[in-house]
């Protein structure tokens, strides 16, 4: 797991970057710069056609602050009713994931795992048949390592290059460009797209080699699976004995263990309400692609095991497209049990 690791905080110019030399010299310390959240002002620097494909929860948010920003943006999804919200806001569309590539520079795409990612990168009329030299590809869908070198390879049989891309940050981190990428591959790629990624998020971190950026989001994923899990017992124990969970929220959200999410989620899941933002099916995804990491270097990951189980309970109730946080109601129905 050897690599660069450079972060930094958007907007950061294309030229202050150069200036900088970070690139040049991976050893340099994390430099921050100031936080924008100007949409408008971001991301000039990008002259170019840009392709997204996969217009989902987080595909479309992203897409659109491109297009907001000024962005000359082409857009793909299966289901193509998903475009038409951005064909009318002024994106253009293509039938196809490899027209979109041919006709643009720079490609994202947004898919939901590791078999999507790869159909829609190396499959029929998949990008990879519109790719070629001086066209770049970005997949920022939270895949496996494997899953990413095999993308990254076929991207750069034709010439084109490859960045690995996937996001922290859900829904609302999405729609407001407030999103953490962690990119690794090829660095000139991550050079010149830094602009359309400093649109759509407000840092991003250079890991090295094509897969460290999937495994770092599968690391953070796999935590924040088992938080989750852990939060969901919590409120039910307290409900158990007596006590008002809503107040365990409110006590939780002051102390040392706070995170936003648990504040986020906390009350919905008093209400036993799941408004999808991250749909279980990912995070239960997410939960298996980091037990074979995990088994890749042989470590015991025992509390994100039992956590998967859990998620894989509630997929079998039925939960799939609800949140992740409506993991809550397997622990209620063994509870019931
Ligand atoms: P989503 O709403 O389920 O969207 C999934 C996208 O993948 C849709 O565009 C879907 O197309 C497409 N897709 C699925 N199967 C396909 C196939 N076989 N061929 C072609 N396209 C296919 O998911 P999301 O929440 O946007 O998440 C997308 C990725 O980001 C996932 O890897 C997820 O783990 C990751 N992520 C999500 C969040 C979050 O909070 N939501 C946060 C960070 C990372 P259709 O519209 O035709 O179904």
Known sequence: MAGTTICHRAPLSLSLLRRRSYLRHPSLLPVYSQLSTDTASK????????????????????????????????????????????????????????????????TFAMLADPASAAAVATGENGAVQGLGPGKGYVDVSTVDGATSKLISESVQKTGASFLEAPVSGSKKPAEDGQLIFLTAGDAALYERVASLLDIMGKSRFYLGDVSNGAAMKLVVNMIMGSMMASFSEGLLLAEKVGLDPNVLVEVVSQGAISAPMYSLKGPAMVKATYPTAFPLKHQQKDLRLALGLAESVSQPIPIAAAANELYKVAKSQGLSDQDFSAVIEALKAKLQN
Not at 75 to 103: F, M
Request: hydrophobic residues 40%; positive net charge.
């Open 43 to 106: 991301g000039k620097e990008f002259e170019g056609r840009v392709g997204f494909l996969g217009m989902g929860i987080m595909g479309s948010p992203m897409a659109l602050n491109l297009i907001k920003a000024g962005c000359d943006v082409t857009i793909w999804n299966r289901t193509k009713s998903k475009c038409d919200h951005l064909i009318n806001l002024g994106a253009k569309y293509e039938p196809t994931p490899a027209q979109v590539a041919s006709s643009c520079d720079v």
